[in-house]
Antibody
Framework: QVPLKESGPGLVKPSETLSLTCTVSIGSSDSFYWSWIRQVPGKGPECLGFVSPSGGTSYNPSVKDRVTISLVTGKNQFSLRLTSATAADTAVYYC???????????WGQGLLVTVSS | DIQMTQSPSTLSASVGDRVTITCRASQGISIWLAWYQQKPGKAPNLLIYKASTLESGVPSRFSGSGSGTEFTLTINSLQPDDFATYFCQQYHDYWTFGQGTKIDMK
């Protein structure tokens, strides 16, 4: 069973909002911080931020003004919203769990999102 | 922001070789560094955290060292399954990954 799995549209138009959901099947823990990480093929990953088990958030300054990561109430899910998408946001998006908000313990399988008209 | 620079970008090696990858931070990060292995089309996989602590289930031929601004990942006796791309990641101040080091077959 895949511990985390991303879902959402694979194509987003420029200026629109990129929205993804992650379904979690590894249970929960106070040490698991739920994160979104993206990777342009051939480049290093970029962590966009996380939501803590209590709902607190921390975001990468590079996307802070455009990103929201939140828990989905009542479900084993968390979500990503990235507003004003541009071609530079085209990447493979992974949901992941950060151990104590530090390093990545679990990764999803990844979802390619293309921003194009 | 803290920048992470890996060297080399590509490394050609043979099965049985001992290989070393270096990761340099633009400022001191103590020991708050992780290493990952990534194979084509797959998510990265955690190898080492806190600079030198081996993740459970990772073979002991992998080791990490360093502190401050300079870190190394060493693979003793490279195995066929180790041909992949390796990334370092700092978590001292937010999170930054290196650009990757690809190990290919000589």
């Amino acid at each position: 069973q895949v511990p985390l799995k991303e879902s959402g549209p694979g194509l987003v138009k420029p200026s629109e909002t990129l929205s993804l959901t992650c379904t979690v099947s590894i249970g929960s823990s106070d040490s698991f911080y739920w994160s979104w990480i993206r990777q342009v093929p051939g480049k290093g990953p970029e962590c966009l931020g996380f939501v803590s088990p209590s709902g607190g958030t921390s975001y990468n300054p590079s996307v802070k003004d455009r990103v929201t990561i939140s828990l989905v109430t009542g479900k084993n899910q968390f979500s990503l919203r990235l507003t004003s998408a541009t071609a530079a946001d085209t990447a493979v998006y992974y949901c992941a769990s950060l151990k104590n908000a530090d390093y990545v313990g679990w990764w999803g399988q990844g979802l390619l999102v293309t921003v194009s008209s | 922001d803290i920048q992470m620079t890996q060297s080399p970008s590509t490394l050609s090696a043979s099965v049985g070789d001992r290989v070393t990858i270096t990761c340099r931070a633009s400022q001191g990060i103590s020991i708050w560094l992780a290493w990952y292995q990534q194979k084509p089309g797959k998510a990265p996989n955690l190898l080492i955290y806190k600079a030198s602590t081996l993740e459970s289930g990772v073979p002991s031929r992998f080791s990490g060292s360093g502190s401050g601004t300079e870190f190394t990942l060493t693979i003793n006796s490279l195995q066929p399954d180790d041909f992949a791309t390796y990334f370092c990641q700092q978590y001292h101040d937010y999170w930054t990954f290196g650009q990757g080091t690809k190990i290919d077959m000589k």
